[in-house]
């Protein structure tokens, strides 16, 4: 089974401020990489599929890179709307598997 | 629209089953496969399996963890996906949301929770 460790587990950041998040994964998934974001009580809500590519409808200050086994989601500019946590997910092998989560918080 | 609605959370006591339905409605139901994620309270996403569509057999894939206890059926002419739930423990507990395709898909339910306790 392929694990996905993301880091941090969580930060404080201040709005207007540039944030990464990382995802690693213990064996190469190509580009077979999403995004997610969630708020309290809500749904995942997916923002990235295939590493790099912003669903319809997501703020251009999410971006998304990476391939093989190490990815990058990065907040230009955040926004008071994207305090939430975030996880990664590899989609190319079953079972799918999710990272641990990055919780971002209001500094 | 798009739309997942799932249903038929609750208290439920150790040992017992439940079956959870997640029905849907704004595209052709039997096109896609159908997957369920469960997420604890306070912890993350965890991915349960999913059923593929009828033209792609139909069958079912399932995390080891739930392998043997879990199972997933699908009713095309309702629209309805469900996930049979069997033998829970209090570790069950947690809120189950249904996602459209294998549990990579952009549409999700807002989840139904299930709570374990006696």
């Known amino acids: 089974d392929i694990q996905m460790t993301q880091s941090p587990s969580s930060l404080s950041a201040s709005v207007g401020d540039r944030v990464t998040i990382t995802c690693r994964a213990s064996?190469?998934?190509?580009?077979?990489l999403a995004w997610y974001q969630q708020k309290a009580q809500k749904a995942p809500k997916m923002l990235i599929s295939?590493?790099?590519s912003l669903l319809s409808g997501v703020p251009s200050r999410f971006s998304g890179s990476g391939s093989g086994t190490d990815f990058t989601l990065t907040i230009s500019s955040l926004q008071p709307e994207d305090f939430a946590t975030y996880y990664c997910?590899?989609?190319?092998?079953?079972?799918?598997?999710f990272g641990g989560g990055t919780k971002v918080e209001i500094k | 629209e798009v739309q997942l609605v799932e249903s038929g959370g609750g208290l439920v006591q150790p040992g017992r089953s439940l079956r959870l339905s997640c029905t849907t409605s704004?595209?052709?139901?039997?096109?896609?496969?159908f997957s369920w994620v469960r997420q604890a309270p306070g912890k993350g996403l965890e991915w349960l399996g999913f059923?593929?569509?009828?033209?792609?057999?139909?069958?079912?894939e399932y995390a080891a963890s739930v392998k043997g206890r879990f199972s997933f059926s699908r009713d095309d002419s309702k629209s309805v996906a469900y996930l049979h739930l069997n033998s829970l423990k209090a570790d069950d507990t947690a809120v189950y949301y249904c996602?459209?395709?294998?549990?990579?898909?952009?549409?999700w339910g807002l989840g139904t929770l299930v709570t374990v306790s006696s």
């Open positions: 996602n459209r395709g294998d549990g990579s898909g952009s549409y």
């Open positions: 704004g595209f052709t139901f039997g096109d896609f496969a």
């Open positions: 059923i593929r569509s009828k033209s792609h057999g139909g069958t079912t």
């Open positions: 064996q190469g998934i190509s580009n077979l």
């Open positions: 295939d590493a790099s």
């Open positions: 997910q590899q989609y190319t092998t079953y079972p799918l598997s």
